[in-house]
Structure formats: structure tokens, C-alpha cells
């Protein structure tokens, strides 16, 4: 029992590091990097199989418990650039909207061209 305890409080050390001035993270891990939409949903697919992977095995472990959170960081990453464009693709729907609203085909066209690129990203 003893020793358990001592493993846990050793965990919980060690996840409770203190971030960074720079960030909220603790700077012993940085994941991949998603600079590009395409690169932020590749790494997005890939490290949610490798976290569906490492869940389905039992017990999870501390080990397991620590390539979790290394797997984490890779996903925040992602979600971080996938949010951003998201963000960016929504303002550029928006214009395809109000385009379409004032009968202005040319800007429809522009804009929905490039919303339909982004969008493809995410769904093709």
C-alpha cells in the first residue's frame, strides 16, 4: 500500500511540473507540430489511433499512463491549428453569405472557391 501511494504522489510530481513562462505547459514534452490544416488533421487521425490503441490495453498503467500524455500533446497541437483555420473558415463562409445577400457573383465565386478548398481539407 505504502508503496503505491509513493508511486502515485511520484506521478502526480511529475505531471504537476511548472509551466513555463511562455506557455501553460510543461516544457518536457512539445508533440509534433501542426503548422498546416493538412498536417494538423493527418497528426490529428494518426494520434487519435495511437490514443484508441493505448486506452483499449489493460490495465493502463503508469507507463501507459505517461505515453498518454506525451500523446496529448501531439493532439493539442493539432486541435490548436484546427481550431484557428476553422475559425478563419467560418469568417470566409460568412463573406460567401452576405456575397450571395447583396448579389455580388464574383466575390460568391472567389470566396466559396476558397471556402470549398479548406473545407475539403477536413472532409476529402
Known amino acids: 500500500m505504502l ?45 487519435n489511433a495511437k490514443l484508441e490503441a493505448v486506452l483499449a490495453e489493460e490495465p493502463l498503467d503508469l507507463a501507459k499512463l505517461n505515453t498518454i500524455h506525451q500523446l496529448t500533446y501531439t493532439l493539442e497541437n493539432a486541435l490548436e491549428k484546427i481550431k484557428s483555420e ?13 456575397a450571395s445577400e447583396y ?5 460568391v465565386k472567389a470566396e466559396g472557391e476558397k471556402y470549398l478548398r479548406v473545407s475539403r481539407t477536413l472532409v476529402d
Open 3 to 47: 508503496r503505491r501511494t509513493l508511486s502515485l504522489v511520484l506521478v502526480a510530481g511529475f505531471f504537476a511540473q511548472p509551466a513555463s513562462a511562455e506557455s501553460e505547459r510543461p516544457d518536457h514534452y512539445k508533440g509534433q507540430r501542426s503548422e498546416t490544416l493538412e498536417q494538423a488533421v493527418k497528426n490529428f487521425s494518426e494520434y
Open 86 to 98: 476553422l475559425d478563419e473558415l467560418s469568417d470566409t463562409l460568412e463573406a460567401v453569405h452576405k
Open 103 to 107: 448579389g455580388d457573383a464574383d466575390a
